[in-house]
């Protein structure tokens, strides 16, 4: 992509610092709570463009073997989805739930990392 | 909403109000300092005062709904299309007061009118809703180790009111239950594997469900209960009551959504598994197997990881814009994350 610094990172890191720093301070009650919302969100951002294709690439590795296809993370999300409803996935639970329990542990990471720490 | 528009808005209401206090206390009874309280979108709640000659003031709540109440929309909404009216709230209210279950007591209702949306009154307790609060702060040090047991004896009694004895109610059997909650999911359009297992693993189950049809509160959980310095005030916030499996509410008020850091407490971050259960027992009802309790909190892991995906997708849809709704959204993997925690 066609930039020079500041980078896209480093634009939604001005951001956050700015609301942080500036704005939370300086507002109260529901806009206050708004506020801590966005700063959040701003993290979340950050921290899928520093881990979010390395999570990528491991979960569409793992969807490969699992369902022994080829295909983009959304079309195998999608027949994922329909196999286990189906039920053909009952042979392979041990390995479908260290799966999903990789895949939501590592949306976890980029959401709210703290929830996987004991106290939050 | 103009500063006008709320002046009239809030003349109509104390209007109405100083009518009703005077039939219900009796003539010469006025309202006073009638003040809105919550400004969420869904229910308004309003706090006063009535004030009947010569005795003591009664402090009051009003739960209703909002004025501009929209036509029921799609499934998108999800569980807001389960709540009830709130006359059918403030009557369950009612029943679990007379079967000994803290609550307010609920001395009268309003008729939706030109002045007025439909709603009930509900006396003003003391104490404290904000889960984190009754978690964190001393003054409910003493209240905390009792809150586990009291929860279980109140659902107890909730639970065990008959039958024909109940308002009609939406019923919500649990298989019914979870188709409701995958119909939810298919309309976001996003497949969705981890919640999938969970419907797949709960639907292998059924049977530890259990049989037993009831009255299921919808929403027992840390943050709908009033706490004091000496334990369960009231249990609040009846407006998701249903027919359905009411063990539904035991795994609920389990699940780590409301321990609010404290997750080595399992019962709402302040009591433990044993202590609901015994508390359970205590108030009439059976004794609940471990392995029942674990499928509704594997259920209760998938419904709040669903109700997260239904208030963000309220955003994306462009029904309610806004930036806590959506943001929700990716606490979806919060349920998700537990529920694989849970199951095998």
Known sequence: ?120 | MSKHKSEIETANLAAVLDDRVAEVYGPGTEIDGLVRLSGGASRETWSFDALPPGRARRPLILKRDPLDEKAPGPLTEGEVQLGLDRWTEGRLMQLAGEVGVPVPDVPFFLHADDRTSAGFVMQRLEGEALGRRILREDEFAAARPKLAFQCGQAAARFHSIPRDRLPPLPYLPVAEALDYNRDVVDSFDQPHAGFEYAFHWLRERLELAGDRVGLVHGDYRNGNLLVDGTGLAGVLDWELGHLGNPLNDLGWICIRAWRYGYYDKSVGGFGEVSDLLDGYEAGGGERVSLDSLHFWEVFGCMRWGVICMTLAFTHLTGKERSVEKVSIGRRAAEGEYDLLQLVD
């Open chain 1, 1 to 120: 992509m066609p930039t020079d610094r500041p980078n896209a990172v480093e634009l939604v890191e001005a951001v956050r610092e700015f609301l942080s720093d500036h704005v939370a301070p300086n507002v109260e009650g529901q806009l206050a709570f708004h506020t801590r919302v966005a700063i959040n969100a701003l993290a979340i951002v950050e921290r899928t463009m520093a881990q979010g294709d390395e999570m990528d690439a491991a979960e569409l590795g793992r969807l490969k073997d699992l369902l022994k296809q080829d295909g983009d993370l959304q079309a195998l999300n999608g027949e994922l989805a329909r196999a286990i409803r189906a039920g053909e996935m009952d042979d392979r639970r041990e390995t479908l739930l260290a799966h999903l329990r990789q895949t939501a542990e590592d949306k976890i990471a980029l959401a709210n990392p703290r929830y996987l720490t004991k106290r939050g």
